[in-house]
């Protein structure tokens, strides 16, 4: 008796919270810009003053390679770049709260299964689209991690960080213009 309570007032809850949210409320979002998109595009994005698109996916090999990543696909008749690279992702802090979790939950007769970041591995993707009506490209390159735990779960997370952008266009307008003048 006190099982099919439960069991309805669980079936009671589920109906409230879903008719909170209609299957047309989350259609409606789906396609939409997150928050921020905009804000992120200007960081993942420059424009160049050349038509050279070749030129531009050389000096952009040439700059991810200088910054250790390994070339892992190259479309050059599209404009497109993909390179990765290996990295430890260990971090003694995470480490540490986690063994102290795990002690803690077995002081209190609970098992507590420890996981945190081991390996990452870095995504580049590059992008160039020539701007139609002029002799610009736009340049469009985004930086992800995947992240795998010691107990082999991974995650992936785009990286947004302004500084390793800057850095990255620093080098790569460098780049350009040494290709650009054949230097």
Known sequence: ?????????????????????????????????????????ALETRRYDTTDQTAILSAATQTLQDLGFTLTESSSEVGVLVASKQRDAEEAGEVAGQVALTIAMA???????????????????????????????????????????????????????????????????GGVFLEGHEI
């Open 1 to 41: 008796m006190v099982k099919g309570r439960i069991v309805a007032a669980t079936l009671a809850v589920a109906i409230c919270l879903t008719a909170c949210q209609t299957p047309n409320d989350i259609a409606m979002r789906i396609g939409v810009a997150p928050e921020g998109a905009v804000k992120l595009r």
């Open 107 to 173: 002081l209190l007769g609970s098992y507590h299964n420890p996981d945190w970041a081991k390996d990452q591995t870095i995504v580049v993707t590059l992008v160039t689209t020539p701007i139609a009506n002029s002799k610009q490209v736009d340049v469009r390159v985004s930086f992800d991690r995947i992240i795998q735990t010691k107990n082999g779960l991974s995650r992936a997370e785009l990286i947004q960080d302004p500084e390793i952008y800057r850095e990255f266009f620093t080098k790569l307008s």
